[in-house]
């Protein structure tokens, strides 16, 4: 079988997306499911791909914040049947000692199976119209497209009478900020966050910890995003404060309990330590490009840093919890998106670079 669709793909590292006609030779084999993408958000680690020197194949389709229909099933074992509707997240192996701990996020392939396009496949099962190999199944999805292969660990299934076009940043953006808040921190009423960054990863940082009960304040250089971040329950501070981590201790009552980093800033970073209570923690989401100088003191009174990736979430568990908190209307991640359609995706980067949406999604036309 041969399916024919449109597909953004990009070719170069400083080139434009180009949607175009690609070919998947093949439907899904056992454990995979073929899913009619309904929308896909676009995440900075997308672009990320630009800078990567290299370590990212190209010509590749990118985008992994997909959701959709499955239209066919890869054998019986996927607990998935043509119909359903789905959330597609990070892949996982499902065998290695992180995912059978219940942290897929930390899986031992985590980045084969995520980061590079990593699974080499000779002949390659999706191609060009001319018939040159796509790098495929970047985060075991490749969802900038009409159609995603995609293993059925990456599908979460859900309600159909949902808006399963907008769903897809539940799998990564908005799953990474509410899940290091739920899931990493386990915030309780009462609690004091301190939200460096409101993107979509921070802002939805601040919906889950408000949701919770917390005491949130946002740092953010950007005044519409200080104002969303206060919107959505935080106490807005602006990055340039002066004595900012001195403004957040006298916020939270002496200090915080918490602070989720997502502008990967060392300043910052050493302002969060600062502004962090005896025991408090300080969890990073975004990637370091440099080293992160510590002050001497900085970890005393069993403060602690560490890095956050994917929410530590199990998908299957957190992409129904924040669809759970959005029905009651504490989780409001929809007003954060801008849909395009996929032949507009150069705009949506543009828009998303510029800082003009918070959450762009692409949705493919056919
Ligand atoms: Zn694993
Ligand atoms: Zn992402």
Not at 76 to 93: A, I, N, R, Y
Not at 222 to 248: K, M, W, Y
Request: with cysteine; charged share 20%; hydrophobic share 45%.
């Amino acid at each position: 079988m041969t399916t024919r669709f449109d597909a953004a793909v990009l070719r170069s590292y400083e080139g434009r997306f180009a949607v175009e006609e690609v070919v998947l030779n093949g439907g899904p084999v056992d454990g995979e499911v073929l899913v009619r993408v309904a929308g896909c958000g676009m995440c900075r680690t997308d672009l990320a791909v630009r800078r990567s020197a290299g370590r990212s194949p190209l010509p590749a389709v990118l985008g992994h914040e997909g959701a959709g229909v499955v239209v066919e099933t890869g054998g019986p074992g996927t607990g998935l049947t043509t119909g359903d509707h789905v959330v597609l997240s990070f892949d996982s192996c499902g065998g290695c000692r992180s995912c059978l701990a219940g942290a897929p996020a930390y899986c031992d392939s985590f980045a084969a199976l995520n980061l590079f396009a990593g699974r080499e496949e000779k002949p390659a099962r999706l191609t060009d119209a001319a018939g040159g190999a796509l790098a495929p199944r970047w985060f075991g999805q490749s969802s900038f497209a009409e159609y995603a292969l995609v293993s059925a660990r990456n599908a979460v299934r859900v309600d159909p009478a949902l808006p399963v076009a907008l769903l897809g940043p539940l799998g990564c953006g908005f799953l990474t900020g509410a899940g290091a808040v739920l899931n990493s921190f386990g915030v309780r009423p009462g609690d004091t966050v301190v939200v460096l960054g409101a993107g979509a990863v921070g802002l939805a940082a601040v919906m889950a910890a408000t949701a919770a009960g917390a005491t949130v304040v946002a740092v953010e250089r950007h005044p519409e995003r200080l104002a969303l971040a206060e919107r959505f329950g935080a106490i807005p501070v602006h990055a340039t404060s002066a004595d900012l981590p001195g403004r957040v201790r006298r916020l939270t009552d002496g200090g915080a309990q918490y602070a989720l980093d997502s502008t990967a800033s060392a300043p910052l970073i050493n302002d969060a330590l600062r502004a962090l209570r005896p025991t408090g923690r300080l969890g990073l989401v975004a990637r370091l490009h440099t080293p992160l100088p510590i002050e001497p003191g900085a970890l005393d009174q069993g403060r602690s840093i560490s890095h956050v990736c994917e929410g530590d979430a199990v998908p299957g568990l957190l992409v129904p919890r924040l669809i759970g908190l959005w029905r009651a209307g504490r989780f409001p991640f929809d007003e954060l998106i801008r849909t395009y359609p996929l032949a507009d995706i150069d705009q949506a980067e543009r828009d998303f670079d510029a800082g003009r949406v918070v959450k762009p999604v692409l949705v493919p036309e056919g």
